[in-house]
């Protein structure tokens, strides 16, 4: 029948599971959202006053090469502009790289509990994805190359890790590119290098700058602007200049390049950000690690706390709830139903979290 005659998108797209954000409270409620990894401090007052003095000139389309983020970046980043490129959150610039480099037929290859994201823009680009286990929730190096085929054409990795918060060291990242064709491209979403405090990281900008199949993918989110979508990579002038021709002509907009590139120099906030999330994150590991919940040591702004079994998670998770205090569920989006993800946020709201947890426990 004609009726049943309509646009139909392309084969596999309806079999991608969107993705999913963490809750929120209800509207109108005083929930403490510590479900998406929200910067705890807020934004840079200096990010803040740019992105004010932006709403002043709303009609004006921002400049198409994010310019004034790329010369900020790359002041404080040590980092040529013209190898750099900005985007709508790295989000957009992950969309854009499988966009440009999987098609049909093409794999890419990641950690069992990598970012979710990356199935749905694998899939997307018409190629199909490669899930690899994980050790002790720590991407391993060896198993990822012994993924690697002849149709593997990206490899993504996520370090620190998420919903994990494990971390690859320099030295294994480096020895994964070693192991890797000069054909496949390697991307580091260093999405939580801000907050990272372990001696042997690296944030992957030597890589990036100094390979020809390495990118680095990094976002001003976590940083305090997850509502203004600023991302940015680093890569080879030849994958920047792909990237360059098919992303959007305007893709970051006013408020976000400016208060962007405020944020970005705005080093000194950046700091205290990073000394209050290492404070809380290294208290609330300790005070919860146990016989009857383990938390993964982290490297981001979020720790895996892990329960004994899915009935005891979901009894953790609906009483924070109740209490006014939403954490992440990893079940159907990551596939660990006994782990919670808690952002760090607040001295008051971890303290609310670990004393909830700590009486759940001794009422099991």
Request: charged share 20%.
């Amino acid at each position: 029948m004609a009726d049943d005659i309509r646009p139909l998108p392309q084969p596999g797209i309806l079999d991608i599971a969107a993705y999913v954000p963490g809750k929120a409270g209800a509207a109108g409620s005083h929930a403490v959202k510590l479900s998406a990894n929200e910067s705890p401090l807020g934004a840079s007052p200096k990010a803040v006053a740019a992105f004010r003095a932006a709403s002043e000139h709303l009609e004006i389309y921002p400049e198409g090469s994010s310019n004034l983020l790329r010369t900020a970046l790359s002041d404080v980043h040590g980092v040529a502009a013209e190898r750099i490129v900005c985007g709508n959150g790295s989000g957009d610039l992950l969309h854009l790289l499988a966009q440009c480099y999987l098609g049909e037929g093409d794999e890419a290859v990641m950690n069992r509990y990598g970012f979710s994201v990356y199935p749905i823009i694998t899939k997307a680009a018409g190629a199909s994805i490669v899930m690899v286990e994980e050790t002790d929730y720590t991407a391993d190096v060896d198993l990822l190359l012994a993924a690697v085929t002849p149709k593997t054409k990206i490899v993504w990795l996520a370090n620190p890790n998420n919903p994990t918060g494990t971390y690859l060291s320099d030295a294994e990242v480096r020895r994964l590119h070693a192991g890797l064709r000069p054909d496949i491209l390697l991307v580091i979403d260093s999405a939580y290098a801000e907050y990272v405090t372990a001696a042997d990281y690296s944030v992957g900008l030597d890589l990036a700058t100094q390979a020809s199949n390495v990118v680095m993918v990094r976002t001003l989110s976590k940083m305090g602007l997850a509502a203004a979508r600023v991302g940015w990579m680093v890569g080879p002038a030849a994958v920047i200049d792909a990237i360059n021709r098919i992303r959007g002509p305007f893709n970051v907009n006013l408020p976000g390049q400016l208060a962007g590139a405020a944020a970005v120099r705005d080093t000194e906030f950046t700091a205290r950000l990073k000394a209050h999330n290492a404070q809380w994150r290294d208290w609330i590991t300790q005070e919860l690690d146990s016989n009857h919940m383990h938390v993964v040591p982290s490297q981001g702004n979020f720790v895996m706390v892990l329960f004994p079994d899915s009935e005891h998670a979901q009894l953790a998770f609906d009483t924070l709830m109740e209490r006014g205090l939403v954490v992440r569920e990893i079940g159907n989006s990551y596939g660990i139903p006994h782990g919670l993800r808690i952002s760090i946020g607040s001295e008051q709201a971890m303290r609310g979290v670990v004393g909830i947890l700590k009486a759940l426990v001794q009422i099991a």
